[in-house]
């Protein structure tokens, strides 16, 4: 045996209702390295991944950890024999504090019980080792997605683990957060410890992992190492085809006819939380990104334009016209279309099928008197299953069935169904394959063609550069720079996105 | 902690789901042979109208309880809103205030208004001002019980021979009680609102994911009002209808716990308490469980104190089952 190994999976069989999600599929991790584990949506990583923690149980095969065979049977099992995981899904507790959060179940006590200044203090300590400064005594609900990632990322981290699973650990952070994510992993490989990094972003995956195992449709494709590997064929054995046109796109441009007006204006929109002067134009077809670090306002801004927040002062104009929205029931007869970022609190219906979870929008639209034309509704969830490529046994599956990039699916056909004159897409592509990235930022350029408007909220800057027409930088809930043609480049937004040291300090003095 | 499913070995799972599904036919067929045998009246025809007819006011006000709970609320008001109909009707029907005309259909008329108002109080303080449904309906449930006291004047109100009583014992050709042609089509009515209508899906949408539901479009305030209100105007209906059936309304007992018998036929059913997706067939049968409970015990002699502990002891065993592990 190799003793080289830290762990060894063999044969791995699951299977659900209608799926063969693992099929005999053989994987390894050695020790001190960082594997990347690589497929389609769907493809079976995140099962692969809960079978090993004990989350599921596996229908076949072996595990080898550390040198012996170990049959875990729930997530605190694999945890105490040094697996520290973090899923998909948050699994985070939203209304504890951000300290409770990081510690619980390994709280440092004294005399009293739990000694909570002790965890505060640390908990704040070990946030800000990676560069998160925060108060860790609020609820973690009330931080965004990305923070959340944060909180989770340290909390494993935390754990001093033998192996560290990361599940998409990146999917709504920007650069600055990654690259502080990635100095700690390296640190936790020169300790030894070995890493899982599950992740759509090639360019993450080649910076960081050393070797890849691909997976596509529950079957094992092959490992190998990654500068032995080019972008082109590691995407090719993830599809099964060949992968050129998926990787090569083409930036539209944007002609402004004479004499439109924009769709939406928007002049110094203030909340006095958390935007303090924002600026927008959107003019019909046009797609304008939203670049911005983390709790720059971007979401925030979003909420705006949807009814969402409707504390905010400042000129708000659809068509020229001022409006004040007071729900996002306004914003959708408006012809909005919202696409929030986070998922699972503001997303999906769990329990219910990706037919409900798809038409819940779209009802009053395909109704007579009330009652739901389920024809129509068939159409439109069988249209899109079809065109962006839903991968499910059935229409009439639950939506939490599906693995994540094919949830965040379902919700983006729910707003394309709209037809919406303008659509707010707030990190579409999180979790999301390259391939079906490829197609849906194919169908948002197309979208413009048409004259819908976008407002495209992303963290990637890549994402943004190749679609947008036009950039707004926001920072500390403030224009920063906007970006047109020639001058929307990465280091552009880069020096305008972040705050200059000297601002820093003056912040916090 | 973690949140995924726990999936657990295929036959334990596959048994688990199964119970899920049929657990409360079981029970009924259970409760039905364990009557059979202990009596042999039991399979006459009689006993299962009188099943039927016995059921309906849990039945109905258990349909009222699916919209509430599945939409993410709690009417702990049903039984005292029952009461309010019931008084209120038969003081009117039997003229007791002059100011008002002494006719039965002003009486059902006014009976089903005060019921709906209620139910709009409850709505509206659950949603427009954001309250605890259990402390708001809590509150309903004292003040309407309050409320048919005093229309009441404390006292048992009788009525005979009107045609009021009619409906309580009216049979249709082929002896089938009007009762449960009525009880019909309340069933399929909330199934059809529930599984075809945009406001069926909604409210189920609002249960699951109320900030979801909002963010889709969906009037949040509007729909959960309307929840609260079909709850009170069913209890009405089942209000009446007791009364009717028993020439009487007595304010002090009227609908008496019956919010409770509603509450279980739901979570028996197998909605889940924190909402979302409504059961409605497994709630019918669930009521018709909770009223067999009581009719196999008043059958077979046995204090009727039983039947509470029995009725307890099913509904912690069914929610139980029903649960998500992994909550
Ligand atoms: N609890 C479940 N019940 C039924 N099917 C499931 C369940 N969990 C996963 N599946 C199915 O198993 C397959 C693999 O899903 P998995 O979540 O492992 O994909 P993934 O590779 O992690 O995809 P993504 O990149 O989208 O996260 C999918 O077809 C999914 O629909
Ligand atoms: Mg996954």
Redesign the pocket.
Known sequence: MDNNLLLEMREIDKR????H?LDSVDFSVRKGEILALM??????????I?VLTGL?RKDGGQIIFDGTERNFHTPQDSQRAGISTIY?EINLIPHLSVAENIFIGQEPRNAFGIDWDSVNKQARQLLLDNGIDIDVTQDLASYSTAVQQMVAITRAISQNAKLLIM??PTSSLADDEVQVMFSKMRELVAKGMSIIF?S?KLDEVFTICDRTTI?KD?KLVGSYDIDKITKLEMVSKMIGRDASNVLKRTVGVYEEKPGTIPLVHTKNIDNRVTLHGVSIDIRPGEIVGIAGLLGAGKSEYAKVLFGCDNTYTGTFEVEGKPVRLKSPKGAIDLGFAYCSEDRKVEGIFPHMTITENMTITALPRISKFGVVDSKKQKAIVDKYIESIRI???SSE??I????????QKVLLGRWLSMNPRLIILDEPTR???VGAKAEIEALIREFSQNGISVLYISSELEELIRNCYRIVVIRDGQNSVELTDQDITEENIMKYIAKNAKETEVDHG | MAD??R?SGISRAAVNAHLKKFGALYAFLILIAINSISNRNFLAVNTFWNLLIQAFPIIITSLGMLFVISGGGIDVSVGSVMAVAGALNAVIMNGIYPFFPKSILFGVIMAIVVAGLFGAFNGVMVSVFKMQPIVVTLTTYIIARGLAQLIANGKILSFSNTPFNAIGIYRLPGNIPIQVLIELLFIIVTAFVLKKTVFGYQVQAIGENAQAAKLCGIRTTRVRIMIYVISSLIAAVAGLLVSSRTSAADPTNLGALAEMDAIASVAIGGTSMSGGKARILTTVISAMIIQLITITINMNNIHYAYARVMKGIIIILAVYIQQDKSR
């Open positions: 659900f209702s209608g799926v999600a497929g389609e949506n769907g493809a079976g990583k995140s099962t692969l809960k599921y998909q599940d998409e599950i759509h997976l529950g991968k499910t046994p599956q639950l939490s069935n599906l693995s994540g990039g094919n949830q979790g999301i394959d | 995924a499913k999936e």
